[in-house]
């Protein structure tokens, strides 16, 4: 009998109250625009609710006159040619192309991106950006400004979300993830001057009036080798970012403009 019996789930329990708690200590206001990075596992074995409390936490701490954003990127609606994790078979190149579905806001899944975001998209209210690769989802009274005008040349540039939350001095909140997961820091790479810098053509499936076409647009080549000595480089010099946790994950609160800007400089010195 006693080898019939189930074992207890080890470890703290999670819940709304517990992450509100915890978003609050670490710094997060209401009124914030907080762009969102996160590792759902992080957090620890059992999250009352899973991402839906994470989500509802979250928008509980910045209350209606906050924004919250989060990456929604879908990298894998590009060319297979480029295809490396892991590439494909060459005799399937033309069919990929001639197959894949194009880029849609409110059906095309995210890649890679973790499970928090994807609900996130998902729930009503919010408005993911246009961008095929790419693209945001944000909810709050910034929303159209943040993703509504998403520019599909130079993707994580000047007509991005990242710009917006640039103008509107938003924050970074990374949940259980590094500097290496820090989109804004791209920012800082198209403001860079630096020598190394490689203008690349992309592309991907959407509709365009209708008709599924496979469109090309300009960019950089990122690299995200760096973003660790960056983000490190950035908290010894000025002390601005605020690290905390959340549940049993690791987190980091930054002030997203005094981020890029110092990264823009940073690029500039040590990129070549």
Known sequence: ???????????????????????RRLGVKEGMTLLVH?????????????????LLALEEVIGRTGTLVMPTH?????????WSNPPVPEAWWDDIR????????D???LWGMGIIPDT???QAGTQRSGHPQLSFAARGPYTDFIVGQHSL???????????RIYDNKGWVLLIGVSHQSNTSLHLAEYRASFSSKKPITNQAPMLVDSERKWVRFNDIEFSTD????????????????????????????????????????WMENNRF
């Not at 109250?17 to 978003?23: A, G, I, R, W």
């Not at 879908?74 to 480029?82: C, H, K, V």
């Not at 894949?100 to 806001?105: D, Q």
Request: glycine share 10%; hydrophobic share 35%; aromatic share 6%.
């Open 1 to 23: 009998m006693e080898e019939n019996k189930k074992k207890t789930i080890d470890g703290t329990l999670i819940t709304v109250s517990t992450l509100v708690n915890d978003l």
């Open 38 to 54: 996160s590792s759902f596992k992080s957090l620890g074995s059992w999250v009352l609710g899973g991402p839906v409390s994470v």
């Open 74 to 82: 879908s990298g894998d609606l590009s060319d297979p040619a480029g």
């Open 98 to 105: 001639k197959e894949m579905p194009p880029y849609h806001a």
């Open 107 to 109: 059906l095309t899944p």
């Open 120 to 122: 996130f998209r998902r």
């Open 153 to 163: 040349e130079n993707s994580l540039g000047e007509a991005s979300p990242l710009a």
């Open 226 to 265: 760096d973003f660790e000595q960056i983000g490190s480089d950035f908290e010894h010099d000025t002390g601005l970012v605020i690290r905390g946790r959340i549940a049993g994950a690791e987190a980091m609160l930054i002030p997203q403009a005094e981020l890029v800007d110092y990264g823009t400089k």
